[in-house]
């Protein structure tokens, strides 16, 4: 079975502060993982695509790596505007069907 | 503009009722989705649908169906049958050249 591990489930920082959040991840035939933002009562937004280890992708404040068994987004000097609920997702299987897993994501607060 | 619309945002609905939740898409994707999003899990597959007529169960469809007759629609309901309804749905259609899920602004079921 697919499985998305997010940690830490909350992280709270001061502007300014940089830091990272981890995704791990089982899954058997990844076809590729990632990162949204959830802003509160809203649907997802999209960030990034990820498909292969030692891939990177970055966006403003925002940077995504990728290994085999897990990946990381890291936050660069954050600004309030950035908190949010970040959620990883993997995408795998074969054929027609892609499946998509969630973990449970990782609240980011940022403080002024 | 392109995008998922889904409606109500908001839904009341006493035990014992059906109650349908619309989604309605303007990608020309084929695949659908819907799932459910509870305080601190992530987010649960219900259905999910490939092409027009032709859907699947997902990780938590008891209690729920579906139906695709458009590209453009596939509607959920809640039935009676489900024990805790109470939730955030979201609807989801899939970019398959690059595994972006494009999500609606979901709807929240309160059950009195």
């Known amino acids: 079975e697919d499985q998305v591990t997010q940690s830490p489930e909350a992280l709270r920082l001061q502007e300014g502060e940089s830091s990272s959040l981890n995704c791990s991840y089982t899954?058997?035939?990844?076809?590729?993982l990632f990162w949204y933002r959830q802003d509160p009562g809203k649907g997802p937004e999209f960030l990034f695509t990820l498909y292969s280890a030692g891939e990177e992708k970055e966006k403003e404040r925002l940077k995504a790596t990728l290994t085999k068994k897990e990946s990381f987004l890291h936050i660069t000097a954050p600004k309030p505007e950035d908190s949010a609920t970040y959620l990883c997702?993997?995408?795998?299987?074969?054929?027609?069907?892609?499946?998509?897993?969630f973990g449970i994501g990782t609240k980011l607060q940022v403080i002024p | 503009d392109g995008g998922i619309t889904q409606s109500p945002k908001y839904l009341f609905r006493k035990e014992g009722q059906n109650v349908t939740l619309s989604c309605e898409q303007n990608?020309?994707?084929?695949?659908m989705y819907w799932y459910r999003q509870d305080p601190g899990q992530g987010l649960r597959l219900i259905y999910y649908?490939?092409?027009?007529?032709?859907?699947q169960k997902g990780d938590i469809a008891e209690g729920y169906s579906v139906s695709r007759e458009k590209k453009e629609s596939f509607p959920l309901t809640v039935t009676s049958a489900q024990k805790n309804p109470t939730a955030f749905y979201l609807c989801a259609s899939l970019a398959t050249n690059t595994g972006e899920l494009f999500f609606g602004e979901g709807s929240r079921l309160t059950v009195l």
């Open positions: 649908s490939q092409i027009v007529n032709d859907f």
């Open positions: 899954v058997s035939g990844l076809r590729g």
């Open positions: 990608l020309n994707h084929d695949a």
């Open positions: 997702a993997v995408q795998a299987g074969s054929g027609g069907y892609q499946k998509v897993t």
